[in-house]
């Protein structure tokens, strides 16, 4: 079956740094663009980033932009975020999902310090 799994989480101070992966399982992941999704406590689920199948392009949310990078590895059907300069407003719980299906993953909770 369909599954996406993320890792990666943790609990950093402001100004660090971390790595969030999701590993896809289940379905042709080279064929579907990928995005990161991100939910604050008390508030809606937001889109954060998106990349292409071939990960020719990507898009970020105006408040990451030139902090977090998307990019993937489809021989590992992988999706990666990597994220620098964190802020506590970026305290989330972080999602991946494959563009135009229901498939999410589980979450992993990311937690910024001030």
């Known amino acids: 079956q369909v599954q996406l799994v993320e890792s990666g989480g943790g609990l950093v101070q402001a100004g660090g740094s971390l790595r969030l992966s999701c590993a896809a399982s289940?379905?042709?992941?080279?064929?579907?663009?990928m995005s990161w999704y991100r939910q604050a406590p008390g508030k809606e689920r937001e889109l954060v980033a998106t990349?292409?199948?071939?990960?020719?392009?990507?898009n970020y949310r105006d408040t990451v932009k030139g902090r977090f990078t998307i990019s993937r590895d489809n021989a590992k059907k992988t999706v990666y975020l990597q994220m620098n300069s964190l802020k506590p407003e970026d305290t989330a719980v972080y999602y991946c999902?494959?563009?135009?299906?229901?498939?999410w993953g589980q979450g992993t909770q990311v937690t910024v310090s001030s």
């Open positions: 990349i292409t199948s071939g990960g020719g392009s990507r």
């Open positions: 289940g379905f042709t992941f080279s064929l579907y663009a």
């Open positions: 999902k494959a563009v135009s299906t229901d498939y």
